[in-house]
């Protein structure tokens, strides 16, 4: 079993900035690729940026520029430094493994954190 808890959410106004956290818990020997999805209300859940344990990043269109996502292989955590924050940013964001291996040997798939509310609102 692997857990992924965020920390960091919160209400921001325009032009902000916002950190977010993701640590990773459980018997874990390996995560390959740690990302970052949001829901905002009345829409489907969009891949906001990812990670590889090598460093390689991805990010969709709407926040090049303005988000950076790093990650921390020895304590399994994952990052987003969200800066010039815009009303459309406001979502759910939810941290995301699509795979994990375990220490066993075994291989987890879909792991997802509970969300973290981001709010931007003068």
């Known amino acids: 079993q692997v857990q992924l808890v965020e920390s960091g959410g919160g209400l921001v106004q325009p032009g902000g900035s916002l950190r977010l956290s993701c640590a990773a818990s459980?018997?874990?020997?390996?995560?390959?690729?740690m990302a970052w999805y949001r829901q905002a209300p009345g829409k489907q859940r969009e891949l906001v940026t990812s990670?590889?344990?090598?460093?390689?990043?991805h990010y969709a269109d709407s926040v090049k520029g303005r988000f950076t996502i790093s990650r921390d292989n020895a304590k399994n955590t994952v990052y987003l430094q969200m800066n010039s924050l815009k009303p459309e940013d406001t979502a759910v964001h939810y941290c995301?493994?699509?795979?994990?291996?375990?220490?066993?040997?075994?291989?987890?798939?879909?792991?997802w954190g509970q969300g973290t509310q981001v709010t931007v609102s003068s």
């Open positions: 990670i590889t344990s090598g460093g390689i990043t």
């Open positions: 995301n493994a699509p795979s994990v291996v375990t220490t066993e040997g075994r291989s987890l798939f879909g792991s």
């Open positions: 459980g018997s874990i020997f390996r995560i390959n690729v």
